[in-house]
């Protein structure tokens, strides 16, 4: 029994160890292998540049908000010209009005009268006849021919235009005197003026809803909140106008 236990061959301890332990080295090395191009100091606006596919990513300079984009739309861009000129409209009336409750007489004062002719067509005054003004009270019309006096004046009427009253001088001349404005007199002018703001109002909403109904844009989407907030904005534009005036003719 002695013999034979010494007859069979012991393996050296030191192989054994090294077949355990090389591979534990071999794998962590690999784990942590970088690619041949590769950098780990990629600067992070680079990497977002990329987007999150690599190859093909969207820039993120690139990307436009919602808001914007609606707002650079054909749709909103006409809707906000139509909208800005109702605007503008009831400034240069305001204007207007405000030159009479100042108790200067200018000829833009019949600015608003229209004239029907004979084949009803409807045409400015200054088209029809000049306007002057006579010891700085007086306007006074002359019409380019005989045959437009009663036009001219039923057009003056039609205007509706507060302490406005013609009166015919002969059959070529139309005078109007203009009195001194009172509180009365002003307030009146308001008045118009708030006919004409709820107008102008009307006009605004008109183009907004018209817009986004022709768009055929959902209720609840970006798009009619962005509308929501012109349309907002140019009727906080009439009520800073028409609050103005009111200051201005010190109206309480």
Avoid at 183 to 196: G, I, K
Wanted: charged share 30%; with cysteine.
């Amino acid at each position: 029994m002695s013999l034979l236990r010494l007859a069979i061959p012991l393996r050296p301890p030191g192989l054994i160890l090294a077949k355990r332990s090389a591979p534990t080295g071999l794998l962590l090395v690999r784990t942590y292998a970088k690619g041949k191009n590769r950098s780990n100091n990629e600067p992070a606006e680079e990497k977002l540049a990329k987007g999150f596919g690599g190859k093909g990513g969207v820039a993120t300079s690139s990307l436009v908000p919602g808001s914007q984009a609606i707002q650079s739309s054909e749709e909103y861009t006409q809707a906000q010209k139509k909208m800005q000129a109702a605007v503008d409209w009831f400034r240069k009336e305001v204007a207007s009005l405000e030159t009479r409750a100042s108790g200067r007489v200018m000829p833009s004062m019949l600015d608003p009268v229209r004239v029907e002719l004979k084949d009803g067509e409807r045409v400015r005054l200054d088209e029809v006849a000049t306007v002057g003004v006579r010891d700085g009270s007086t306007l006074v019309v002359t019409v380019f021919e005989e045959s437009a006096l009663k036009a001219v004046e039923q057009g003056i009427y039609g205007a509706k235009l507060s302490s406005i009253v013609p009166q015919r001088q002969d059959s070529r001349t139309i005078k109007i005197p203009i009195p001194k404005p009172t509180v009365e007199a002003r307030t009146s002018l308001y008045t118009q003026a708030n006919r004409q703001a709820e107008d102008c109002r009307n006009q605004i909403r008109k183009h907004q809803v018209g817009t986004v109904k022709k768009a055929g844009f959902e209720k609840r989407s970006k798009e009619v909140e962005e509308f929501q907030k012109l349309l907002e904005k140019e009727l906080g534009e009439v009520d800073k106008i028409l609050a103005q005036m009111k200051k201005n003719l010190g109206i309480r």
